[in-house]
């Protein structure tokens, strides 16, 4: 999953998370993140997911973005990096990964190391007798 951070605008100290992909940023409301800020177009990026390049940004034609202080149209993007599009900046974040509940394995190799004890003593009660 990635998190968007934002910087800077309107919507300061606010953060979304995109869990599906082309993730859309921009003034239209049909967008996954809307951001209304001067100089964003209503399409104005996108997040997508390229499984040999990772995460990319691809901007709409002619509109002005800059990874990291360089102008680009696309790239590929890396954690951390600060987005500058119109006069908001986000910011770029892999977000936390939540870890799935092991309960129901953990109980089921207990139960598993509880019958293979229960089956050597059985097997020694047999062989004693």
């Known amino acids: 999953m990635v998190q968007v951070n934002i910087l800077s605008g ?3 100290g606010a953060q979304s998370v995109a869990r599906r992909f082309p993730f859309r940023i921009g003034r239209a409301p049909g967008n996954d993140l809307q ?3 001067d100089g964003i177009w209503d399409q104005h990026l996108s997040f997508e997911l ?3 390049k990772g995460f990319t940004l691809a901007t709409a034609p002619n509109a ?8 680009v149209q696309t790239v590929v993007l890396r954690n951390g ?9 986000i910011q770029f974040w892999l977000a936390a990964v939540r870890q799935r509940g092991l309960r129901l394995r953990e109980a ?8 293979v004890t ?12």
Do not use: E
């Open 35 to 37: 951001i209304d800020d």
């Open 118 to 129: 229960a089956g050597q003593f059985g097997l020694i009660y047999w062989l004693l007798r």
């Open 10 to 12: 309107k919507k300061a």
């Open 81 to 89: 990096d600060i987005i500058t599009i119109g006069s908001a900046r």
């Open 50 to 52: 390229n499984r040999q």
């Open 64 to 71: 002005l973005t800059a990874v990291n202080g360089v102008p």
């Open 108 to 115: 089921f190799v207990w139960g598993l190391l509880a019958a």
